[in-house]
């Protein structure tokens, strides 16, 4: 849903939606990455392949909120450049 919504950047509300729409997602994926790696013990020597991919699903979650937030910048600077002419 994140490559899709790189190249949307014609139409950015619709940029906006998938990117909502990804950032949901991994919260779900984030949910259930925590779950099963509690539900395993926790932090131990062997679950180390479970910690890190819960950290990227994090790390994704990030980059998804910041991209939202530099869509909705950027529309509303072409919105303001609308204006003046």
Avoid: P
């Avoid at 991994?26 to 819960?54: D, K, P």
């Amino acid at each position: 849903m994140s490559l899709v919504s790189i190249f949307m950047y014609g139409n950015r509300q619709n940029q906006i939606k998938w990117v909502k729409g990804a950032s949901y997602f991994q919260i779900a994926a984030l949910g259930i990455a925590v779950a099963i790696l509690f539900t395993l013990g926790g932090f131990g020597r062997f679950l180390w392949m479970e910690v890190v991919s819960t950290g990227l699903i994090t790390v994704s979650l990030i980059l998804l909120w910041m991209a939202g937030r530099r869509i909705k910048k950027d529309q509303e600077l072409v919105d303001s450049m609308d204006r003046i002419r």
